[in-house]
T-cell receptor, first 112, second 112 residues
């Protein structure tokens, strides 16, 4: 099955700086890559997703890039704010396969 | 527009007991997936229901079973509870044919 690895496990940044989280996947058939933000005591919230026919997608301060050849994708958060502090998860799935395979998560702390 | 709702929010059971968790999907969604999230880990896929049938299952024993009702809501049942079943149980809903899954707040289960 699909195996998703996520790095780093923890990330501390100064407010206003950028944060980058990287994920790799094992199954070349994977073609959908969502990112979720999970705050303490809450369920994961979808923040952005990308499909394999697109190399990059941006939504305000958040961007995701995908390298299909290398089988890795990354989340970029610019101009970080204290409310960006949370656990971020990457995931992958294959068309026609209904499950999401998640990474282990990255705890992001934005220092004021 | 109501999002995914789950009940109860918290639950305490003892080993050997049985538990039922409930989920109502986001308005307009017809597919429900269940995930188990152990502390400090990413969610793990349990199974997915569509048209009242289980159509895919992750690596979970038969003690885990589910049901989907005609109104698309769903239940997750776990029999013969083990200490290792203590986790956050997440429900996610989606629309058939679309990969995007939206998560509920989860049910925190503690098995003593």
């Amino acid at each position: 099955g699909e195996n998703v690895e996520q790095h780093p496990s923890t990330l501390s940044v100064q407010e206003g700086d950028s944060a980058v989280i990287k994920c790799t996947y094992s199954d070349s058939a994977s073609n959908y890559f969502p990112w979720y933000k999970q705050e303490l005591g809450k369920g994961p919230q979808l923040i952005i997703d990308i499909r394999s026919n697109v190399g990059e997608k941006k939504d305000q301060r958040i961007a995701v890039t995908l390298n299909k050849t290398a089988k890795h994708f990354s989340l970029h958060i610019t101009e970080t704010q204290p409310e960006d502090s949370a656990v971020y998860f990457c995931a992958a799935s294959i068309v026609g396969d209904y499950k999401l395979s998640f990474g282990a998560g990255t705890t992001v702390t934005v220092r004021a | 527009d109501a999002g995914v709702t789950q009940s109860p929010t918290h639950l305490i059971k003892t080993r050997g007991q049985q538990v039922t968790l409930r989920c109502s999907p986001k308005s307009g969604h017809d597919t429900v997936s269940w995930y188990q999230q152990a502390l400090g880990q990413g969610p793990q896929f349990i199974f997915q229901y569509y048209e009242e049938e289980e159509r895919q299952r992750g690596n979970f024993p038969d003690r885990f079973s589910g049901h989907q009702f005609p109104n698309y809501s769903s239940e997750l049942n776990v029999n013969a509870l083990l200490l290792g079943d203590s986790a956050l149980y997440l429900c996610a809903s989606s629309f058939e044919g679309q990969e995007t899954q939206y998560f509920g707040p989860g049910t925190r289960l503690l098995v003593l």
